[in-house]
Nanobody
Framework: AVYVVESGGGSVQAGGSLRLACKVS????????MVWFRQGGGNECELVSL???????RYSDSVQGRFTVSRDRAGNTVFLQMDSLKPEDTAVYYC???????????????????WGRGTQVTVSS
């Protein structure tokens, strides 16, 4: 079985930083696509970042230059470093292993890949 657990969410003021962690068991993080989605209160899941098996990462335009993904192979963990946070970054952040490669309705996307339960990030102005 594959399990995905996110951690590191919280509340921060605009301009601050948070680092989310995604611990995966049952599947090496460097053997699959690792995706971060966020759901900001509606039904849409925005793709934040996509890291392919070779380690290359693509970011959404909204976070490009502010968010950075890294991998810890030994700990089988993926990190999302979020800097210069803005109120519009407020959302539940989900880590997905072997997940969808684009955004869409969260309900539809959840049928693909292995999802964590999510972690709340709140950015106040």
């Amino acid at each position: 079985a594959v399990y995905v657990v996110e951690s590191g969410g919280g509340s921060v003021q605009a301009g601050g930083s948070l680092r989310l962690a995604c611990k995966v068991s049952g599947l090496p993080v460097d053997a699959t696509d690792m995706v971060w989605f966020r759901q900001g209160g509606g039904n849409e899941c925005e793709l934040v970042s996509l890291t392919t098996r070779d380690g290359s990462t693509r970011y959404s335009d909204s976070v490009q230059g502010r968010f950075t993904v890294s991998r810890d192979r030994a700990g089988n963990t993926v990190f999302l470093q979020m800097d210069s946070l803005k109120p519009e970054d407020t959302a539940v952040y989900y880590c997905v292993a072997d997940g969808p490669l684009s955004g869409g309705t969260c309900f539809g996307l959840r049928g693909y890949g292995y999802w964590g339960r999510g972690t709340q990030v709140t950015v106040s102005s």
